[in-house]
């Protein structure tokens, strides 16, 4: 099946860091989405990416279907206390499954 | 209240037990999921349901049991509890975006433990 890589599975930052996660797969797919899952709830859609290239901003979030159309990146800027949280990319399938990665726990140190 | 809601939260079981999660819609989504949450594995999609009265299998189904008799409801029942169906369990329900991608909302999750 699809595989979606992300790493590393822990991030540790300070309080007004920026911070740069990203995702890979083995494919190439036409979707890329970020989910955030803050501790205790269920996931949550940040940003959704449909085009190679895209740059998409939401707030201090920023993320980029890469060019090859199997990567995306999400970068988060001046991290806050409610940015911890565990960090999913996903790809879009067929009968509206999604394939999610491992997800990425980041942490921030005030 | 509108949204997606799950019921229980919290349930603690013991081996061999019955038990049933239940999930509930008011947006009349025509796609709904359940995935289990493990450390290390992330989300795994355990059975889906594209419309009323037609399921399918995910990546790990086995020991579970669906049903969806009513658009808004999508139950999962376990049918035999093991200690291995210790997990977080998510529902979700999907909607075409504009571009026709179907973005998945998801419920706060129920924390299962079977002892």
């Known amino acids: 099946g699809q595989q979606l890589n992300q790493s590393p599975q822990s991030m540790f930052i300070q309080e007004g860091e920026d911070v740069s996660m990203n995702c890979t797969s083995s494919?190439?797919?036409?979707?890329w989405l970020w989910y955030k899952q803050d501790p205790g709830e269920g996931p949550v859609l940040l940003i959704a990416?449909?085009?190679?290239?895209e740059l998409t901003s939401n707030g201090r979030l920023t993320a980029q279907f890469g060019i090859t159309r199997k990567d995306s990146f999400l970068n988060i800027s001046a991290s806050i206390p409610s940015d911890v949280g565990i960090y999913f990319c996903?790809?879009?399938?067929?009968?509206?499954?999604?394939?999610f990665g491992k997800g990425i726990t980041l942490s921030v140190r005030p | 209240d509108a949204g997606i809601t799950q019921s229980p939260r919290y349930k603690i079981t013991e081996t061999g037990r019955q038990v049933t999660l239940m999930c509930h819609q008011t947006?009349?989504?025509?796609?709904m999921f359940w995935y289990r949450q493990d450390l290390g594995h992330g989300l795994r999609l355990i059975y889906y349901s594209a419309a009323a009265d037609i399921t399918d299998k995910g990546e790990v189904p086995d020991g579970y049991v669906v049903s969806r008799s009513k658009t808004e409801n999508f139950p999962l029942t376990l049918e035999s509890a093991t200690r291995s169906q210790t997990s977080v369990y998510f529902c979700?329900?999907?909607?075409?975006?504009?571009?026709?991608?179907?973005?998945?909302?998801f419920g706060a999750g129920t924390r299962l433990s079977v002892l």
């Open positions: 947006w009349s989504h025509s796609y």
């Open positions: 996903a790809l879009a399938g067929a009968n509206s499954k999604l394939t």
């Open positions: 979700a329900s999907s909607v075409g975006d504009r571009a026709g991608v179907n973005i998945q909302y």
């Open positions: 990416l449909y085009k190679a290239g």
């Open positions: 494919s190439i797919f036409n979707t």
